[in-house]
């Protein structure tokens, strides 16, 4: 087969053509459409990394709506604790009480003194310190006593304990205890 001069040409020009369209189509149509996909995957990249945040930030949320309220009703808990009047009229009545139903009688409580908080969230509230005096107490009994004082009044902590043995009656012993009270002003 023998190929002339104007066969040559048009091969030629065909081919041109054809590396011209390749050219066209990847420099002004598929070249811009990479630049834009590429843009777009930076730009979901972008968001999706921004909606992870906002999830982790509602989440947070959640959770310290959570503890708001948790907190809330302990506090409403806390202050109810508390009754009405001076603490110095209704605190050792309310320990003479309660020792009472432990079976150690003869108790008692005495303000020792009152200082606030320097926190400015605490400054509605007020810490007493008390003395009370058990004249005649068991071991076993005083034991009980103190812990189920503890485990009852939250607000309430044994900050020093001091116990003597009498000498005419070795079963029982003299104790002193001495605690802070925290209640809220009003």
Do not use: C
Not at 75 to 103: D, H, M, S, T, Y
Request: glycine residues 6%; hydrophobic residues 45%; proline residues 5%.
């Amino acid at each position: 087969m023998k190929v002339n001069k104007d066969q040559i040409k048009k091969l030629f020009l065909s081919t041109m053509g054809f590396i011209f369209l390749l050219y066209v189509y990847f420099s002004f149509f598929l070249g811009p459409l990479n630049r834009s996909r590429d843009g777009m995957l930076l730009e979901i990249k972008d968001l999706q990394s921004k909606l992870d945040a906002s999830k982790e930030q509602m989440n947070k949320a959640v959770k310290l709506e959570q503890q708001a309220k948790t907190s809330t009703g302990r506090f409403a808990a806390l202050k109810a604790l508390n009754p009405e009047g001076a603490p110095i009229a209704w605190f050792p009545p309310r320990v003479r009480a309660f020792f009472a139903n432990q079976q150690v009688d003869k108790v008692v409580a005495r303000l020792e003194g009152s200082t606030g908080f320097k926190p400015t969230e605490l400054t509605g509230w007020m810490k007493y310190s008390w003395i009370i005096d058990l004249p005649q107490a068991d071991y076993g009994t005083l034991g009980r006593a103190i812990a189920e004082l503890e485990n009852t009044a939250p607000l309430l902590s044994i900050t020093k304990l001091s116990i003597h043995t009498l000498p005419e009656q070795s079963q029982f012993q003299h104790v002193g205890l001495a605690a802070v009270n925290i209640i809220e002003k009003k």
